[in-house]
């Protein structure tokens, strides 16, 4: 028995995998958003923090990861613009940009392109390369998210750090793991495909 492969061109993400046209953008970018917003109703509180655990930085990251970095950043500035228009898709069904967890939402919106970018790069193919981007992506929303934090709160650095930051990593390490799993599986089941 022979297993043919599909050819992956270089540079290529697992969107791309998709027979291209405008409407599988669209489709993606929509889609990207409302996967984002659907997984930020996954919330738990933090007790002494503004800010939620919530499945909407996994959801940001994996976005990007498997769009690129143009599609990634449409679809969480699409996420970002109606959430902040109103649509109540935020953390726990919130919306507004005033919020103190506002930030981490703009920086989900640079994390999707940086690993969307990275991901063409092939920072998605191994285990190893996968949890490296998704630790850079990690560390673009908290460089957002944490500042911002303290702009509307008031809180010192140490205050935010511990808030918005601390009580979140062990989380961010599960979903690294989980992306570290799912997304080199996903490009291996692609080229095993024919």
Known sequence: MSTASVSIRPG???????????????ALVVGGAALTGLAAQIAVPVPGSPVPVTGQTFAALLVGT????????????????LGA????????GTSGAG????G????????????GALARRGADRSVARTAGTMVLGSAVIYAVGVPYLMAATGMSFGAAVAAGLTPFLIGDALKAALAMGALPAAWKLAGRRG
Not at 85 to 92: L, Q, S, T
Not at 105 to 115: E, H, K, R, Y
């Open 85 to 92: 228009a109103g649509m109540p898709w935020f953390a726990n």
């Open 66 to 81: 498997a769009f690129g970095a143009r599609r990634g950043f449409l679809a969480l500035a699409l996420y970002a613009a």
């Open 104 to 115: 981490y939402v703009l920086g989900m919106l640079l994390a999707a392109t940086l690993v």
């Open 99 to 102: 919020g103190a967890s506002f």
């Open 12 to 26: 290529a993400v697992l969107a791309d995998l998709l027979p291209a046209s405008r409407v599988r953008d669209i």
